[in-house]
């Protein structure tokens, strides 16, 4: 079998995969698929395209320097990420945020922690330009692809022409493309699957739903698809060391304020949080999130079982559960 049969036959499955979703179900249940959607897998994509663009996602010779990798900062052994809370760059000088999971990112309808961008090509496109991150720039680049092997003839054979600016950033989005984390236990739920998720992670989800998580970690991505005012309420136990103290209610947000809601997906492994990286501990961002976004304290054991659900967010890619050796799992 070719590839691209190889790839039908994959879709195809899937597709019966997707006829046995339920129908019916309890309000719980049809107000959790009105929320929420399983993720799916990635659509056809050219797997030629897919192996140029993972090659050129671990090879240092996008940077400036030559020394870093799109993957040193987005590790896929490391749950698409690095354990630090400040991304450090081409120059050796932290970057200031986090560097964000590339996991699902096509499914991300804003991307960067500000959420200012729309394009995958153009936040990736921003990166390598970036002086603070890989510091290259395109005649550099294209000089460099073209001079030898692989990439000059692996170019021109599938683009018909040396690297450009254009298909080296075809190549890029076409692999996170494929960065999906389909069949975590949440999807298997979401599809109908009652024994998907234990009596104390399905609290943890009314729990989400009923605190308000879900009217912004919301959609495939349990986020990705607005910005928010990072800290709508006071802290109710007053601002902590790493947290400013937000304006009163009511005021316009300003830019600086506004961050994108980030995704939730395979979260347990991605940590530090927040785009400063500023807690280790999912349990804390979740009292944060309940302090900061909902003024409310939330009790130890609703932290502990929304804790619970997040943990089922961790999907599978290469046909293994996702996985972060650096990433100590919640007690
Ligand atoms: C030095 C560390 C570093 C390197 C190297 C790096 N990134 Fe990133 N990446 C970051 C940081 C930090 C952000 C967040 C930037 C922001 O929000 O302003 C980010 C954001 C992203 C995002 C947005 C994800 C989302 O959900 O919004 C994508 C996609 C991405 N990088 C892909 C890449 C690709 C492709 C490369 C290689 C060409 C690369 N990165 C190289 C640190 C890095
Ligand atoms: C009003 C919108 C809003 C609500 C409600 C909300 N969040 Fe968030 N959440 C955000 C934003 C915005 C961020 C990103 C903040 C930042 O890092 O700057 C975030 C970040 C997070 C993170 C860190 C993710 C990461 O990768 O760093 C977690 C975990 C999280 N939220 C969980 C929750 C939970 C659990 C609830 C309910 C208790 C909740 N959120 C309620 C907007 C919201």
Redesign the pocket.
Known sequence: MNRPDRLRCALAGLGTALLVAPVGGSATEVRERRTFAPLEAAAALDLDKVALGRKLFSDPILSRSQAISCASCHDLARGGTVSLSSAIANDGKEHGF?A??VFNVAANYLLG?RGTHKSLEVLNEKVLLDPRLMAADWSLLADRLDQGRPYASWFRRIYGRKADRTNVLDALVTFQRSLVTANSRFDRHLRGDASALTPSERKGLQ??MS???A???QGVNL?GNM????G?FSDPAGPSVNETASPPVGTPASEEDL??????RN?AI????????RVDS?SE??SI??RR??GQT?APSDIEA?VAF?NTLTGEYDGRPLENPATSIDP
């Open positions: 986090n964000p999971t922690w729990l989400f605190y308000g998580c009217s912004c970690h986020g910005r928010q005012r990072f709508i961050f994108r809601v980030p995704s939730l979260v991605t940590g530090p949080y927040f785009h400063d990286g999912l961002a979740v999130m309940g976004q909902l939330l929304i997040l």
